[in-house]
């Protein structure tokens, strides 16, 4: 009896210590748990030196940046050991996700907002022209682009198996291909339902603010390189679409006659909206072009009506539709730079954002995020996962292909010692170190100081070299040291400023010591 009751105890006692010492909210065993994470100091506060704060991800409206999102946090977390939230507010299209992360409100700037520091799964290519514009307008706030994120996107209006069949079997059209729907030489729209056959609740306004129907720069390209004035309406907030009945904006082809025209269905804000515009009007295809109020009045629609519809790679929406995507004239990317969109949406190059201060804050999610590298196959199969696993999260889903693939992402991990430029070696106690042998992380470089490139067994890093004489630095982060001025000195190694010669000496040249101040 009492060696059963011994026995119990022990077994309560190993329970209490489970219990208390493991973060049930961990996805890895050996992540860092929540009372041993980082924050990140505010860079942005209106004093320059702000509160602490969690790195805040911006996650836009679309499955494959949701699950990108999530992956993104949880090695954040647990694995680079910062605090971590994803902004509940969705971003709907990806120049919205630029202006989260340059804490903007609008394209101008002139409305700020709190700012984010991460986007996944921006896809860029599409919103190449409203980005090159901000940055030349913004530089220092505009994000900073990490490069891919291993997979690129494929992007197209899109037509169900079932009508692309049925229309090859009558007439031998071929639904794939742009031309087959020119209404002058083909009647495509037999195929396909009416705008008068949608429930016209599930649609949203074409003025509707954030919809990109009422995109000004986007309306101004496409009556620029359309010539269809009456295609747009000027009212006093800028150019929008004209939608005669407020939900649908209607091709030329089909304009004198609604009921020709075949319904092209957006998601999110109505992205890329102003694409299909540009290719309905250049190729002669009747469509009656509208923006579901949600995702599932989209998805919904998708599948009850025979219509067109948006659809892109990574997204496993639509697997079971055996859909196909339009095939228009190869992608020309000079004429998309400059907003003519006649030709097919190329392959759409999806990258990850951060904020420019996150890479003074926490360089090692810069480095880290830099090397996140997943395939299509990859995002295919989470996103596959999502849709089909009975009550998982994203982030289960997402937790479950870390466990899984600890080999993969190891290689992704920057070493606690490999210094960006603007940081040098730091030891236990946070001094600044010429080599590898005391350090353990790095840190930024102060005044006095700058960042220099230097290389061991374990590769490149920086270090923090105070410097010489004759120069100085009053910024924290530089990568080199300026000569003193004329007139001015510094007596010796390591100064923020550069003082005057003493009163009866001088110095004509730059980059002079005290003992080069020379007798007048």
Known sequence: MRATWTAWVILLLQVCWLTLGRDHGLCLDDGVPDNRRMYVQDLLNASGAGPETPIRLVVFDW?????ATALA?????EVLGYHTVITPEIAPGSFDGVLALAGCSSADCSQRQAQSHVAM??????????FDQFVLANPDVAPIDLGSIGYSGENSLSVKGSIRDAAYARSGLALEFYRSYNASAHDAAAYFDRISDLNHSHFSPCNTTGNEFANDVEMRLYRQWTDDWEGVVETETGYIANCPDGLFWISPACRHNTSECIPILAAGNGWIVYVFMQWATFYGIPAAVGTAATWEDYAANVVAFRTLFHWWMPDATFHQLDASMLQFPRHRAREWAVGNYRT????????KLIAQPLQLAAPRVQRFLQNFDLDLEDM???????????????????????R????RWEKWVPVQTQCLAGYGLVDDAGQHVPDRRDAVACSVCLAGTFSEPWSDDLGQTHRCTVCPAGTHQNSFGETGCAACDVGTFTGDAGNAQCERCELGRYANTTGTSESRCTLD
């Not at 799964?121 to 409203?130: L, R, V």
């Open 380 to 402: 295919q199969s989470l996103l596959r996962k999502t849709s089909t696993s009975a009550g998982a999260t994203t982030e289960e889903v997402a937790c479950e292909w870390i």
């Open 63 to 67: 499955a494959s940046a949701r699950v």
């Open 73 to 77: 946090a949880i090695f954040i977390r």
């Open 404 to 407: 899984a693939n600890r080999d």
């Open 344 to 351: 097919a949406d190329g392959q759409s190059n999806i990258v």
């Open 121 to 130: 799964d921006c896809w860029m290519t599409e919103i190449s022209f409203n």
